[in-house]
Nanobody, 127 residues
Framework: VQLQASGGGLVQPGGSLTLSCVVSGSPTSIGWFRQAPGKEREGISCINTNGDRLYYTNAVKGRFTISRDNAKRTVHLQMNSLKPEDTAVYYC????????????????????????YGKGTLVTVSS
């Protein structure tokens, strides 16, 4: 499995940006992670093969939307109402299992990470 994220850039607070991730292979779950300067990488969203199992962390819920186009082997992350604290390198990742499944209140991808990670794309939210 290989993943290539794109779409990062500079955006003003309150603005929008869409990230895309082209996926090779046939993973079951795709996730988005981010790493802000000086912080650990954190998972933020996940989608399964059929697109019927989604997960968002509280940090992005209501502002970000994950979607999947299997025909184009692409996963998108639509980011709205961006804040300076959203500034980070964003990574897409893939897993062979149903990593979006919530077990004991925590989705598996947040508990264990994912099997494969692509190179990141930088998102900077600043005026």
């Amino acid at each position: 499995v290989q993943l290539q994220a794109s779409g990062g850039g500079l955006v003003q607070p309150g603005g929008s940006l869409t990230l895309s991730c082209v996926v090779s292979g046939s993973p079951t779950s795709i996730g988005w992670f981010r790493q802000a300067p000086g912080k650990e990488r954190e998972g933020i969203s996940c989608i399964n093969t059929n697109g019927d199992r989604l997960y968002y962390t509280n940090a992005v819920k209501g502002r970000f939307t994950i979607s999947r186009d299997n025909a184009k082997r692409t996963v998108h992350l639509q980011m709205n109402s961006l804040k300076p604290e959203d500034t980070a390198v964003y990574y897409c990742a893939a897993d062979r299992a149903e990593a979006c499944t919530v077990v004991a209140g925590t989705p598996l991808f947040l508990r264990y990470g994912m099997d494969y990670y692509g190179k990141g794309t930088l998102v900077t939210v600043s005026s």
